[in-house]
């Protein structure tokens, strides 16, 4: 379903010109989901440090992108922009070039995930300078930003969010949880906590499928019982392991570094609330060990690899679905 933007941030009748900064697993199926469906008048000015990443989503269609030469170019020729980049001192460092020039009545919208105490700094620091803010994080793989089937969560001013909510609905989301009105930070704290439960459930998968191994049940028949019963993420995480693509893959879809960053946010969350979160710090501890073992852009469900060790048995299993 396409979507007709109407109205620029100004409120004139033109069309808004587009910035998305961060070209990675989501940003970049985002970017191209709003390039293709929100029938934007102007090519997306598009940024990303990696250049291969930039020319891979322009080739998608060269006609709607144009490549901005910095962060700055794509700010200064744009009235809304986008970014989603990996962690919070690289938000930050984004949000400090982003204002170190006039970005009067611009919308900056952060699709990020990072601690919501970073999405207040941001949002005073653009509003210094005049400019509007909304957090849009986004739940989702790297398939459903692909094909425009992501959860948005949107947070702000109200008419900032107006603004930016039909560039989610139809385009880059299928479904959208709005906090329109509320404090940007309570979008990045819902996100904080929805991961974690990614997080549970993928050492859960881990623990299940070592048991039915060691036991003699079997994971094909574990495999089985998660399709009939879990349908969705579940049963996906659980192809992942048991095909072996934990440990093949070259380019993971959740980085280990990305995931044991959403565990320590939730975790400092947790702490300056008075208590601990053990599933956390039990998955956070199966990433210890895959990061020693394959480094940070390891796949953060090769902590499947981990609990395997814990058994006794090879991180790699040989066994194909």
């Known amino acids: 379903m396409s979507r007709t933007i109407t109205n620029d941030i100004n409120g004139s009748h033109s069309l808004p010109r587009i910035a998305w900064i961060g070209l990675g697993n989501i940003g970049a199926g985002m970017c191209k989901n709003i390039a293709a469906k929100a029938q934007i008048k102007l090519p997306v000015s598009v940024f990303d440090v990696d250049m291969d990443r930039v020319r891979a989503v322009q080739s998608h269609d060269p006609k709607r992108f144009r490549i901005a030469a910095s962060v700055v170019d794509a700010v200064r020729e744009s009235d809304m922009i986008f970014y989603s980049v990996p962690d919070d001192a690289i938000v930050l460092d984004v949000v400090k070039q982003i204002t170190s020039i006039g970005i009067e009545d611009k919308i900056m919208v952060d699709c990020s995930t990072i601690h919501p105490d970073t999405t207040t700094k941001e949002d005073a620091m653009i509003g210094s300078r005049s400019g509007k803010f909304v957090a849009c994080p986004v739940f989702g793989a790297a398939a459903m930003a692909d094909s ?28 959208t949880i709005d906090l329109a009105g509320q ?89 300056s609330a008075g208590f601990t979160l053990e599933n956390v710090a039990t998955a956070d501890n199966l990433l210890r060990v895959v990061e020693k073992h394959r480094g940070q852009q390891a796949e953060m469900a090769a902590m499947y690899g981990s609990k395997r060790l814990d058994a006794g048995l090879a991180f790699e299993n040989q066994q194909q679905l």
């Open 183 to 271: 404090s940007p930070a309570q979008a990045t704290l819902l996100k904080i906590i929805g991961n974690t439960f990614v997080l549970n459930m993928v050492s859960v998968l881990s623990e299940g499928h070592v048991l039915a191994e060691t036991s003699g049940l079997g994971t094909d028949v574990l495999h089985q019982f998660i399709e009939l019963m879990f349908p969705g993420p579940y049963t996906k995480y659980s192809e992942r392991m048991l095909s072996g693509d934990y440990y093949k893959t070259e380019r993971p879809l959740f980085s280990v570094a990305l995931a044991r960053k959403d565990a320590r946010h939730a975790q400092a969350l947790a702490n």
């Open 148 to 175: 425009g089937q992501l959860i948005c969560n949107l947070a702000g001013q109200e008419e900032s969010v107006a603004k930016v909510r039909p560039f989610c609905n139809g385009v880059t989301s299928a479904h």
